[in-house]
């Protein structure tokens, strides 16, 4: 612990990852939201995920948005705004926004703000014309546009099948509160859809150990932020698939009974016992329709692949 740490020096981010670290660790089921994975490290670990070899969904969800980007982008009404939730790095949207020449602007949300307003910084050299609006916020809450954007028609993108690591309720919430941006008429969702169990794991416990990497940096960012001590040699990854959930389950298991340390307080695990960190559910079309409509909106496409591994869905809001 160190000694020069003091607790009323947190900054807001770092007092609500307390908060929240402190609710899920204290559960029976110890949890923490895979949404504070994404520090720096945790989004450039991310990005690599995305192009090793096992994990099919990137270059899947590429093709479908490479061979339809045409329509995609005529989804966006003139003048319009293409918002993409939990933007990262933006590598896939760059498919839309070099079509997207009649864009009036992209709005980039991500929680992770040096890596948003880096990201922002390289799309505008890249874009010159377009404006580039990025927006510090986690999108689990309500997100607020900036006032030269806010009356725009928008049209919301969530690729990555990222609606998937979120609990079903907190996915309707979602998407309940894009239908009611001002100016929503479209949503592009992406989904994973169900598949092989073999594939599937594979895809989340990959061979170079990055995705386990990439989990347990959680572990890390606690320790750096929250003054915690937790010794990562005695913790280890751990990936399922739940068939009856239908969803990877990922975690961080400690591999000895041990006390570890955070910002004070001690926090007990028993040998083998699980922090659940991640779950990635995967979708049939009549799972998927049942969420969307659940929320508010009607599916109006459903884009796939020629091996129906992935899908981009398009949703139109009901009033539209």
Not at 143 to 171: C, D, M, R, W, Y
Request: contains cysteine; glycine residues 6%; negative net charge.
């Amino acid at each position: 612990m160190d000694g020069d740490f003091k607790l009323e020096q947190l900054t807001a981010t770092a007092q609500t990852l307390l908060e929240e670290t402190l609710l899920g660790l204290g559960q029976p089921q110890k949890t923490l939201s895979p949404k504070w994975l994404y520090d720096r490290r945790g989004s450039e670990l991310f990005e690599q995920i995305t192009e090793l070899p096992e994990y099919y969904l990137t270059r899947t969800e590429t093709a479908i948005l490479r061979e339809n980007a045409e329509h995609l982008c005529g989804i966006v009404p003139n003048g319009g705004v293409l918002a993409e939730l939990g933007s990262g790095a933006s590598a896939k949207t760059r498919l839309l926004l070099d079509q997207g020449h009649h864009f009036g602007a992209y709005a980039p949300i991500d929680i992770s703000e040096d890596f948003l307003l880096d990201t922002a910084a390289t799309l505008k050299a890249r874009y010159p014309t377009l404006a580039i609006t990025p927006i510090v916020a986690d999108f689990l809450s309500p997100v607020t546009f900036p006032a030269q954007i806010a009356e725009l028609p928008k049209v919301g993108f969530f690729p990555g099948s990222t609606i998937g690591n979120l609990p079903p309720e907190l996915g309707t919430e979602l998407l309940k509160r894009a239908a009611n941006w001002p100016g929503a008429t479209h949503f592009i969702l992406g989904a994973d859809l169900v598949k092989d169990r073999s594939e599937l794991v594979a895809a989340y416990d990959d061979a170079q150990g990055v995705t386990a990497e990439f989990i347990t940096n959680i572990l890390r960012r606690l320790n750096r932020e929250l003054d915690a001590n937790f010794n990562l040699d005695h913790f280890r990854y751990q990936a399922d698939w739940n068939e009856s959930l239908q969803r990877i389950d990922m975690r961080v298991v400690s591999q000895i009974a041990q006390s570890v340390d955070l910002c004070g307080q001690s926090i007990s695990f028993a040998a083998e016992e699980a922090i659940h960190v991640s779950a990635s559910r995967k979708y049939t079309k009549d799972t998927l329709n049942a969420l969307v409509e659940s929320a508010g909106w009607s599916l109006d496409d459903l884009l796939t692949d020629p091996d129906e591994k992935c899908a981009l869905a398009i949703l139109k809001t009901k009033t539209g």
